[in-house]
């Protein structure tokens, strides 16, 4: 089963997964670009579940779901796909080196959604990496974040 839900997690549509395919819509034009998740949850296990942003903004998001979910088709859309396919690298980064600290660890993340933040800091993906990330960054990131988000007109 899968739904659509606004980013407190609140479900606003469900549908059902056929053969790995499912459809929805939203307003045929979109002014001002938002973020959505996209919840898919095991029929087996209620417990076992995914939540994955949506960028809804005109044009058609293609979703393609295997043993990786792949997400294109609009701007912001391939910016979420760029956005996990980092964090990916940044997780296999980590997991390459020897004798890394958990210290070590925190700073590789945090400088990662640092980062990721500020480069969408002008859009809804970037207000929503800021919402779901920003408790993960260390205090020297959160104060570099703050700075930057501060000195925008």
Known sequence: MAYLCDTGRHPIDSFTIVDGKFEFAVA???????ALLLQLVDREDS??????????????????????IRITGTPL?????????????????????????????RNAFSGFYREQILLNCDNALGSYIYREYFSRLLPSDREAVESQLNQEP
Do not use: W
């Not at 045929?28 to 938002?34: A, F, G, H, I, L």
């Not at 417990?47 to 990786?68: K, S, T, W």
């Not at 964090?87 to 004798?99: F, G, L």
């Open 28 to 34: 045929d034009s979109v002014s001002q670009p938002y």
């Open 47 to 68: 417990l076992n579940r995914m939540d994955m942003p949506v960028m809804v903004e005109n044009g058609e998001v293609r979703i393609a779901l295997g043993e990786y």
């Open 77 to 105: 859309n391939d910016a979420v796909q760029h956005f996990f396919d980092g964090m990916q690298a940044c997780k296999d980064r980590v997991m390459a080196q020897t004798d890394i600290t958990v210290d070590e660890i």
